[in-house]
């Protein structure tokens, strides 16, 4: 999946500064001990429907685990 800015405005156009969805990639580096998230591009903000934002948590703490070695993560997105 190619990661960034797609154009498109799935949800409608939220505002004028409104630049588009944006697919990124949620990653942990147990060897580096971190999460990352990769934008792929320069992101001021992003928005995210109530379900979607739950999911996205549940992502972070699912990787944030394992890179605590808790659980080995499985993708909710």
């Not at 969805?21 to 990352?36: E, N, P, S, W, Y």
């Not at 703490?61 to 394992?66: I, R």
């Amino acid at each position: 999946m190619k990661m960034g800015a797609t154009g498109e405005f799935p949800e409608g156009k939220l505002n004028k500064d409104d630049e588009g969805q944006l697919l990124f990639g949620v990653a942990a580096d147990v060897r580096k001990g971190v999460v990352i998230v990769n934008f792929n591009t320069p992101v001021n903000w992003f928005a995210l429907p109530p379900d979607l934002a739950d999911q996205l948590a549940t992502l972070l703490q699912n990787k944030a685990n394992e890179v605590r070695g808790n659980i080995v993560s499985k993708s909710v997105m």
